[in-house]
């Protein structure tokens, strides 16, 4: 699912870099003279735009193929894409409304680590200084002292940051399957819970 998931969404990026590179030998213009070329430009520009709408829509539609692999122990691809079918705006709301609350949480964990001298300690603000030969900067990462605690930190933040990824996508699965969002997915039918999605 990784690998095609992958696959799916590196295609409009792809697309995107031929059909610029088509537009600049089609007008004899190079990268480095684009800027002296206004409509040119412009039309790279829109490639770049429609490129980034396909991206994001893409990846809305791919959304629920995670929480549709687990439920049916299969790939459910069609269940997915069944599912995402005229409710992109929906998804899109709920993955701005998620985002949001994330950053505020995540925002007042910062503020709060930043006023009690958190970060000082866990020496998460000095990071390697990347200046200098490839040796020097190899030798500074090598003698560099692990900080127990920076990797405690990064473990508890990925793992928050995994769970609550899941959450949202099994909501948005439950909701939009009809099943009970409060109930597990096992044993339950398609509409079971008695309700429509809730987003």
């Known amino acids: 699912m990784g690998a095609m998931t992958i696959v799916a969404l590196l295609v409009p990026i792809l697309f995107a870099n031929v059909a610029v590179e088509m537009l600049l030998a089609w007008t004899g213009v190079s990268r480095g003279a684009l800027t002296e ?9 829109v490639l770049g735009l429609t490129t980034y709408i396909a991206f994001i829509w893409l990846s809305l539609r791919l959304m629920l193929w995670p929480p549709a692999v687990v439920a049916n122990n299969k790939l459910s691809l069609g269940e997915a894409w069944r599912l995402s079918r005229g409710n992109v705006f929906a998804l899109l709301a709920l993955a701005i409304a998620s985002s949001v609350a994330f950053l505020v949480l995540g925002g007042a964990v910062a503020i709060a680590a930043a006023q009690t001298g958190a970060i000082d300690t866990l020496d998460l603000s000095k990071t390697l200084a990347f200046e200098g030969t490839p040796e020097a900067r190899l030798t500074r990462i090598v003698e560099h002292r692990v900080n127990p605690h920076v990797i405690a930190y990064e473990f508890a933040f990925q793992f928050f940051v995994t769970t609550y990824a899941v959450a949202v996508l099994s909501y948005a699965y439950k909701a939009l399957q009809g ?21």
Do not use: E, H, K, R
């Open 179 to 199: 099943f009970d969002i409060d109930l597990p997915i096992n044993g339950q039918q398609p509409g079971s819970g008695g309700m429509t999605p809730a987003f």
């Open 37 to 45: 070329n206004p409509p040119v430009l412009a039309a790279a520009a």
